[in-house]
């Protein structure tokens, strides 16, 4: 079965930190552009970072650019995104998701909440 599993969630004081982690099982990461999403409540689903396993090439938002990392390692099949300086506008439900066109793979979502 293909499966991403996200973990890491938590509920964290403004100025705080958090390392999300993606597993990945059912097919290999490296071939794949890999995004984490997030979605608050009553808002819509958006893109926070993503990366490309095959070359390392990252991108971020502007609303976490210089605040969270996003990581991979393929020898465990797996996908990062350390948070820093957290806010509470980054509480969100985060997803991972894995893309290579058409194929496109979700993540069931794990909950930040940060504290002000």
């Known amino acids: 079965d293909v499966q991403l599993q996200a973990s890491g969630g938590g509920l964290v004081q403004a100025g705080g930190s958090l390392r999300l982690s993606c597993a990945a099982s059912g097919f290999t990461l490296d071939d794949y552009a890999i995004a984490w999403f997030r979605q608050a409540p009553g808002k819509e689903r958006d893109g926070v970072s993503c990366?490309?396993?095959?070359?390392?090439?990252?991108y971020y938002s502007d609303s976490v650019k210089g605040r969270f990392t996003i990581s991979s390692d393929n020898a465990k099949n797996m996908v990062y995104l350390q948070m820093n300086s957290l806010k509470p506008e980054d509480t969100a439900v985060y997803y991972c998701?894995?893309?290579?066109?058409?194929?496109?793979?979700w993540g069931q979502g794990t909950l930040v909440t940060v504290s002000s």
């Open positions: 990366i490309s396993s095959s070359d390392g090439n990252t």
């Open positions: 998701n894995a893309r290579r066109l058409p194929i496109n793979y």
